[in-house]
């Protein structure tokens, strides 16, 4: 499945660690108001977030969102603050 405008490839991007957060459990089904009470902060602070991870990722729904966490986990993880997740851990 192509998402359109969306990044074919998830390793030439690079997002915050907060983003990543916030992606992740996007992906797990939660809401804003649950991932804002995960995170320590609003769920105005995760729209906004959100809203920017979005145009960055050229997508417009958390569906497609989770479609590309997917894709993140096969091709070995985002780049954050200049590393791979697995390098940051």
């Not at 390793?11 to 991932?35: F, H, P, Y």
């Not at 769920?43 to 989770?66: D, K, W």
């Not at 993140?72 to 590393?83: F, S």
């Amino acid at each position: 499945m192509r998402l359109a405008g969306a990044h074919s490839s998830m390793s030439d991007l690079t997002v915050t660690t907060q983003q990543t957060r916030i992606a992740e459990l996007v992906a797990r089904g939660k809401s804003n108001k649950e991932i804002a009470a995960a995170l320590g902060c609003s769920p105005r602070t995760v729209g906004n977030m959100l809203a920017l991870l979005y145009a960055r990722l050229g997508i417009r729904r958390r569906a497609e969102l989770a479609v590309l966490m997917v894709a993140r986990d096969r091709q070995g993880g985002l780049a954050v603050a200049g590393k791979t997740e697995r390098e940051r851990d």
